[in-house]
């Protein structure tokens, strides 16, 4: 992805004030004091005019930033003729702003390869062919091919017999559906089976998925901007400033010594420390797997107090699972596994496809099948070794051996059962669920010793899964059956109690992580409009990442916070000496070098963070005492 103006604008002001710096030290040691003067008057000019620009677009907004003391302290040396000392300020301070700028353009780019779900074409019926048109051209009426794989582009009617598609996205629902002829698919929905035919009922700009896109926008736009840490403290430190400096001149007559307290106390610790610190955690925290879009959000994410989690895909796997075999007719569970999973092969179903790595990981031989023949959403029939083979949902085999429906095991709340029948008998029954991540519970308890003091559910599936799936986590509250606004709602309302973080992986997520204080999208297969909408994206598809994630987060600002007080602390002392004439400008300017290599040696620790991640996996399983999973 190419630089933004406002980087190359940074980028450029660094390498005229550096550029500047260099040029006018190699002609002062030339003896010619005069040009370098110039030179460093050239230098500077750029980044202060930059710098006077950004502080009255800061006023203008109510906000008082470090850039006033850094505008001082350079206004002042060129005034007094300290043209040195100006153009090191200069470089200092545009080095760590173009150091921020850096942080955030990292994490532009590594986005660029996660924004790739949101369609932007759709094949149209036309004349007998079909055409591949723009989805702003598409009108109501329209039919359109919806091929497997594809995303359903807008709001429709389904036009064929039948169609299977997976919902999780939208809905939290993780199982895909069967919709019948006339039934509604909606925009953002995944065709899981074989094509067919989409009437549009409405154009794009007014179909589901843009009405989430819409939410996503407004809640950006309405969300609080993140602080900067150096801004919070702008406002002590310039007080200080200006009074040292004031009473130096006052006291004594001598203008110098008001400069050398202005070059002195100019923010570098604060304006590189800061961000040197930070984005050494944006890259330590890549390496585990997270990445965070910037400074502002690592700093949120330090303070995290509620966390909201999505279920499907989050919480869960996302993917169906066996979790129970019933075996009949004399045959075992690994003989129902291993023929479901032959036949099965032949099919693109997902939850055939997890039959057959069910059987894989089991190191089962899979003989080929044969005449094989699909009924879409219905189920498989062929021969697989010579036997006749059918597997599908319960009623759909039931009809074809003659047993009546309702003959099944007992499943949990949001099971599926898929029956296995061989030569005309039932021969089993192999239970599909979406269960929780490995781990899910330790995860939640290794949150809790960090910090998290409440942890929500909120989820588009129904009560009674979300219950069933999250019984002894522990959660502090559950809200099944909510829209995307109603996510907005419950993040809005929890931000009583802190700044609230928000884990979600579906399109139905995006407006909730949006305007939460951070949002947290599963990056590695969850939808590109949540991952676009988040604030953190976590690669790898492990939600264990969050403990690490935060860790180093609350490391990072720690170590900013070490490298702020010290350098602070280092600069008063220097401007106390600088008014009473102990340091001139340059001397002043020096010594503010000095400090700042010493506060980002330090800020360059945050390179070494290591989450304690064996201690989190570690911890037992058990739920926190005393918490129970109730409603909100």
Known sequence: MTTTRSDRFKTAILLL????????????FAGQPDIANLIWVAGVVPALAALVIEILRSLRSGEVGLDIVAALSMSAALVFGETLAAAVVAVMYSGGTFLESFAEGRARREMHALLSRVPRAATRHRNGGLEDVPL??????????????????????IASDGAFVDTSALTGESMPVRLMRGADAMSGATNAGDAFDLTAVREAKDSTYAGIVRLVEAAQASKAPMSRLADRWSLGFLAVTVSIAFAAWWFTGDPIRAVAVLVVATPCPLILAVPVALVAGLSRAAHFGVLIKGAGPLETMARIRTLILDKTG??????????AIESREGMTEQDILRFAAALDQASKHPVAQAIVAAAKAQGLDLPVPTDVAEIPGEGVLGHVEGRRVIVGGDGFVAGRVGRPMGDYPAMAAGSVLVAVAMDGHMAGHLVMSDPLREGAGAMLDGLRHLGISRILLATGDRADVAERVTEGLGLDGLRAGLTPD???LLVLSERKHGPVMMVGDGVNDAPALAAADVGVAMGARGAAASAEAADVVLLVDRIDRLGPGIEIARAARRIAVESVVAGIGLSVLGMIAAAYGYLTPVQGALLQEVIDVAVILNALRALRIAPREDALSDRATAPVAGKANQPV
């Open 486 to 488: 109603q996510k907005v």
């Open 136 to 157: 702003d051209e598409i009108a109501p009426g329209d039919r359109l091919l919806i091929r497997q794989g594809d995303v359903v582009p807008v709001d429709g009617t």
């Open 17 to 28: 004030a550096a550029i500047g710096l260099i040029a006018g030290l190699a002609f002062y």
């Open 314 to 323: 989050t919480l869960t796997d996302g993917r169906p699972q066996i979790v």
